[in-house]
């Protein structure tokens, strides 16, 4: 979920004004908000990022990934993304 944003003026002032969320997950809401209000909304793979946010990652401290709570965590961290996506979905009925 690493990404760089490029906004619009109007775009960015359209997300300050009426997006909520103050969570990780407004990774997921700026762009469906903009798609939902015409906004151009593209995306361009990059290569080469790094991006680590332990200092003990691939070593043998790094034991996490034996962690039960830790996988917990992550998973609460994507039930917080679909929560948020949920709001985008049209009602089917």
């Not at 407004?26 to 290569?47: M, R, T």
């Not at 790094?50 to 034996?66: A, E, G, I, V």
Request: charged fraction near 30%; aromatic fraction near 10%.
């Amino acid at each position: 979920m690493f990404a760089v944003r490029v906004l619009s003026r109007a775009a960015a002032e359209a997300v300050v004004a009426r997006c909520q969320e103050d969570t990780i997950a407004n990774d997921v809401e700026w762009p469906l908000f903009a798609h939902e209000n015409g906004f151009k909304v593209g995306y361009i793979a990059a290569e080469g990022l790094d991006y680590r946010t332990n200092p003990d990652f691939d070593k043998p401290s790094d034991t996490r990934d034996l962690d039960p709570v830790a996988w917990i965590e992550r998973a609460e961290i994507g039930l917080t993304h679909l929560t948020v996506m949920r709001r985008f979905i049209a009602d089917p009925e």
